[in-house]
């Protein structure tokens, strides 16, 4: 494939605006550009209407090492506010700018690039390659949740997520993730008869008041990714100033760290409002929206170790292996019945998430060496390992 195919395939899945939905139409894209070789297996795995995940798996019997993208991106936000249309995918120079163009279209782009041109060339893998193309990675990491229940992490050796660390660091360990919301319910009545109401906010604030404390015991530190996080982020209550309150509540987000795995922190948080709830009036409810478990990893696994001695030699450069403070769909992948490691190294610059999002397109074709040489070093080593 020619540097301007590559990056019109990039351009054009800057063009289907698949904010945080219709990631259907990115996964009938991409399954167009496998459509012409009969030896891939192409399957859609559909979340909800216009959002499907896509999987695609090519090679043959060996050990098998899953390529991970996801389709959805964040929104624009102001679009007058961008120098370059967001959603056109304009070139200037070595730049092409659009939302996902560093998060993570191109990481997308040149794992799928990947495997069409192993099949273009007909290149003979040790193994097995499983793109695992995700929705709603930016909304809670549900596509991945939903693939690896259906079991397509299971066979899974190594998985590669080309989210955008940049090409000089391979993620190994990561943070989890907790949003929580606590809603407190009181009973409303005219402010001059406080007594025959319940104060609703008051009764959050009892909430607010020990929970901090709680969280503040949690004193170890991970060496790479710091200590655990909590924040509350949001609260809200009351109708008027001359009523009782009948609702109010808060969320917060917590970044956990591997010593403490989510199920230590939702034990604490259900018996705090537990406890609460024996006071008389008391009526606090808890609820969580799509938690993600922290990441070990392994600075020395094999495929850690692969991908930094590959990324040196293409890049020339000093790869660094490092932690992630934020969640990824590999959180979800781990929970797959296989033991496997899952590292983060893609294309990516400083602009994921913001105004004028953009790739060099220098590095989107350097990731895409990288990644053909990664796959089949990383095949044959495992194989390897394996038969000895
Ligand atoms: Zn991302």
Redesign the pocket.
């Given at each position: 494939m020619t540097p301007q195919a590559k990056i019109e395939i990039l351009q054009h899945l800057i063009q289907i605006p698949s904010v945080n939905d219709h990631e259907a139409q990115v996964a009938d894209y991409i399954a167009s550009l496998f459509a012409p070789y009969p030896q891939a297996q192409i399957e859609k795995v559909t979340y909800a209407p216009g959002r499907d995940n896509l999987v695609v798996t090519i090679g043959q019997d060996g050990p098998q090492l899953g390529l991970c993208g996801?389709m959805d991106v964040v929104a624009a936000g102001d679009e007058s506010a961008w120098q370059h249309a967001p959603f056109a995918g304009e070139v200037v120079g070595d730049q092409l700018f659009g939302r996902g163009a560093s998060?993570?279209k191109s990481g997308l782009a040149a794992i799928v690039i990947t495997m069409l041109e192993f099949l273009e060339q007909g290149t003979s893998l040790p193994g097995s390659i499983r793109l695992l193309a995700t929705v709603g990675?930016?909304t809670g990491e549900y596509g991945a949740a939903q693939l690896t229940d259906a079991g397509y992490a299971d066979q899974l050796a190594g998985l590669v997520i080309a989210?955008?660390s940049g090409l000089d660091n391979v993620v190994y360990t990561a943070r989890g993730v907790i949003d929580y919301k606590v809603v407190s319910t009181g009973k409303g009545v005219h402010s001059a008869q406080p007594e025959k109401g319940i104060n609703a906010i008051d009764n959050l604030m009892k909430f607010y008041n020990a929970v901090g404390p709680v969280m503040a015991k949690h004193t170890k530190t991970d060496p790479v990714l710091g200590s655990l996080l909590h924040n509350v982020d949001l609260i809200s209550g009351g109708e008027q100033v001359n009523s009782i309150p009948a609702h109010a509540e808060l969320m917060a987000n917590m970044r956990t760290i591997p010593a403490y795995p989510n199920q230590v922190i939702y034990d604490e948080l259900e018996a705090l409002i537990a406890q609460l709830n024996q006071e008389p009036g008391v009526q606090l409810d808890l609820s969580y929206s799509f938690p993600e478990e922290a990441i070990p990893g392994d600075p020395n696994a094999p495929l850690v170790q692969l991908a930094k001695q590959i990324s040196d030699q293409i890049c020339g450069h000093e790869t660094k292996v490092v932690g992630s403070g934020g969640a990824n769909d590999g959180a979800e992948f781990l929970r797959a019945k296989a033991d496997f490691t899952s590292i983060e190294i893609g294309p990516g610059s400083n602009t994921?998430h913001q105004v004028d999002e953009y790739i060099s397109i220098k590095e989107y074709l350097q990731a895409i060496e990288f990644y053909e040489a990664l796959v089949p070093a990383f095949l044959k080593q495992t194989q390897a390992t394996v038969h000895n």
């Open positions: 996801h998060d993570m990675e930016e989210e955008p994921s």
